[in-house]
C-alpha cells in the first residue's frame, strides 16, 4: 500500500506542492493530506465502557469519563500512521492510541475526516482531540498562518512520536549508501514536484560538478520501480512511509532504509488549548505506555520503532 498523496512531516510542506500548505479561516496552515475516499471509525461510536480501574483514569475529565470514549479526529490516508483497512482505522496512530487507552480507560474513538479540516474539528468541539502524524511546531501551537498572522487559537501537542525523511535504497544497498552526499555523481529517482525533489534539487547545488541526476516520475510507485531496476540508487521520503515500503514491497525483499532520518520533526497529539486536563492526562498515558512497553510494541508491529521518542513532551516542537 501507497501512502497518501502528501507530506505532513516537519515544515509545512506538500508532496503535491512543495509549497501546498492550506489555509482555512479559523484553522491553522496545514499541509493536506490524499483525498478522502475511504471513511471508517476504529472504534463504535456507541456503547463505549469506561474502566474506571485503570491505572490514570482519575485524570480525564469527567465529560470524557463519562463517555468513555476519546473522539479523535484523523485523516486515515497516510499508511502506515494511519489508513482504512476493511472498513476500520488502522495503523500506528490508533496502535498507540490503543496503549494509551489502557492506561486512561476510555477508547480512543477515531473518525475520519481531511486534513486541513482537523484543527477546526477542536475548536468546535467536535473532537476531543486530533492525532493524524500532525507535525507539532510554533505556528499551529501559535494559531499562526506562514506569515505569521494570527487566524486561530492555537493547539497544544502532546509529542509522541519522531520522523524524518529516509533514503530508500535496493535491498542489500548494492551503491553503500549512507547520506545524501553518497549520493553526488549518481543518479536518483523521485516524485516530480514534491518536497522530496527539492531536497535532491538542493543535494545536486552541493554536489557541484560532481553531479547528481534526478529523475522525477508522476508517482513515488514508478519512482521506487525505477530505484528497484537498478536505474537509480535511491529514492526519498517520509520516514514511516519509507519503512512500510520497505517491510511491504515485494515481501520485505525489495528495499531498505540507507543511513540516518534528515530533517527530524515530532509529530503531536493536538487538544484544545482550554483543556489542559485532558493533555496532562496523554502526557501521563505515552510516558506509562513507554515505560511498560506497550508503546515501543506497537512501533515495532510497523518497522518505525527508529521513531520512538524517549519521554512524552508538550509543545516541543519548533
Given at each position: 500500500m501507497t501512502a497518501s498523496t502528501t507530506r505532513r512531516t516537519t515544515a509545512a510542506r506538500s508532496r503535491i506542492a512543495a509549497v501546498g500548505a492550506i489555509a482555512v479561516a479559523g484553522a491553522l496552515i496545514l499541509t493536506g493530506c490524499g483525498d478522502q475516499?475511504?471513511?471508517?471509525?476504529?472504534?463504535?461510536?456507541?456503547?463505549?465502557?469506561?474502566?474506571?480501574?485503570?491505572?490514570?483514569?482519575?485524570?480525564?475529565?469527567?465529560?470524557?469519563?463519562?463517555a468513555g470514549v476519546i473522539k479523535v479526529g484523523t485523516d486515515s490516508a497516510y499508511a502506515p500512521m494511519e489508513f482504512v483497512e476493511n472498513g476500520k482505522i488502522v495503523g500506528?496512530?490508533?496502535?498507540?492510541?490503543?496503549?494509551?487507552?489502557?492506561?486512561?480507560?476510555?477508547?480512543?474513538q477515531f473518525t475520519a475526516g481531511t486534513f486541513d479540516g482537523l484543527?477546526?474539528?477542536?475548536?468546535?468541539?467536535?473532537?476531543?482531540?486530533?492525532?493524524?502524524?500532525?507535525?507539532?511546531?510554533?505556528?499551529?501551537?501559535?494559531?499562526?498562518?506562514?506569515?505569521?498572522?494570527?487566524?486561530?487559537?492555537?493547539?497544544?501537542?502532546?509529542?509522541?512520536f519522531s520522523s524524518?525523511?529516509?533514503?530508500?535504497?535496493?535491498?542489500?544497498?548494492?551503491?553503500?549508501?549512507?547520506?545524501?552526499?553518497?549520493?553526488?555523481?549518481?543518479?536518483?529517482?523521485?516524485?516530480?514536484?514534491?518536497?522530496?525533489e527539492d531536497t535532491f534539487k538542493a543535494q545536486a547545488e552541493k554536489c557541484g560538478d560532481k553531479k547528481l541526476t534526478i529523475q522525477a516520475f508522476d508517482t513515488d510507485a514508478e519512482a521506487q520501480t525505477r530505484v528497484k531496476?537498478?536505474?537509480?540508487?535511491?529514492?526519498?521520503?517520509?520516514?514511516?512511509?519509507?519503512?512500510?515500503?520497505?517491510?511491504?514491497?515485494?515481501?520485505?525483499?525489495?528495499?531498505e532504509i540507507a543511513g540516518q532520518q534528515s530533517d527530524v520533526g515530532l509529530f503531536g497529539i493536538g487538544v484544545s488549548k482550554d483543556n489542559t486536563q485532558l493533555r496532562d492526562a496523554l502526557k501521563e498515558a505515552l510516558d506509562a505506555a513507554i515505560k511498560d512497553g506497550s508503546y515501543a510494541k506497537a512501533l515495532e508491529k510497523w518497522n518505525v520503532q527508529d521513531s520512538a521518542v524517549k519521554s512524552a513532551t508538550i509543545n516541543a516542537g519548533q
Amino acid at each position: 500500500m501507497t501512502a497518501s498523496t502528501t507530506r505532513r512531516t516537519t515544515a509545512a510542506r506538500s508532496r503535491i506542492a512543495a509549497v501546498g500548505a492550506i489555509a482555512v479561516a479559523g484553522a491553522l496552515i496545514l499541509t493536506g493530506c490524499g483525498d478522502q475516499t475511504e471513511k471508517g471509525s476504529s472504534t463504535p461510536s456507541t456503547g463505549a465502557k469506561a474502566d474506571s480501574s485503570a491505572p490514570l483514569f482519575s485524570k480525564l475529565p469527567k465529560k470524557i469519563q463519562d463517555a468513555g470514549v476519546i473522539k479523535v479526529g484523523t485523516d486515515s490516508a497516510y499508511a502506515p500512521m494511519e489508513f482504512v483497512e476493511n472498513g476500520k482505522i488502522v495503523g500506528v496512530d490508533p496502535d498507540i492510541a490503543e496503549a494509551l487507552g489502557k492506561q486512561l480507560g476510555v477508547k480512543f474513538q477515531f473518525t475520519a475526516g481531511t486534513f486541513d479540516g482537523l484543527i477546526t474539528s477542536i475548536y468546535t468541539g467536535r473532537e476531543d482531540a486530533i492525532m493524524s502524524s500532525i507535525t507539532d511546531n510554533k505556528k499551529r501551537q501559535e494559531g499562526l498562518d506562514d506569515k505569521g498572522q494570527k487566524i486561530g487559537k492555537g493547539v497544544d501537542f502532546v509529542d509522541y512520536f519522531s520522523s524524518g525523511l529516509s533514503l530508500l535504497v535496493k535491498k542489500g544497498n548494492p551503491e553503500g549508501i549512507k547520506s545524501m552526499d553518497d549520493l553526488c555523481g549518481k543518479t536518483v529517482a523521485v516524485q516530480r514536484g514534491t518536497i522530496y525533489e527539492d531536497t535532491f534539487k538542493a543535494q545536486a547545488e552541493k554536489c557541484g560538478d560532481k553531479k547528481l541526476t534526478i529523475q522525477a516520475f508522476d508517482t513515488d510507485a514508478e519512482a521506487q520501480t525505477r530505484v528497484k531496476a537498478g536505474g537509480a540508487v535511491a529514492d526519498l521520503n517520509d520516514y514511516p512511509v519509507a519503512a512500510y515500503t520497505v517491510k511491504t514491497s515485494g515481501g520485505g525483499n525489495d528495499f531498505e532504509i540507507a543511513g540516518q532520518q534528515s530533517d527530524v520533526g515530532l509529530f503531536g497529539i493536538g487538544v484544545s488549548k482550554d483543556n489542559t486536563q485532558l493533555r496532562d492526562a496523554l502526557k501521563e498515558a505515552l510516558d506509562a505506555a513507554i515505560k511498560d512497553g506497550s508503546y515501543a510494541k506497537a512501533l515495532e508491529k510497523w518497522n518505525v520503532q527508529d521513531s520512538a521518542v524517549k519521554s512524552a513532551t508538550i509543545n516541543a516542537g519548533q
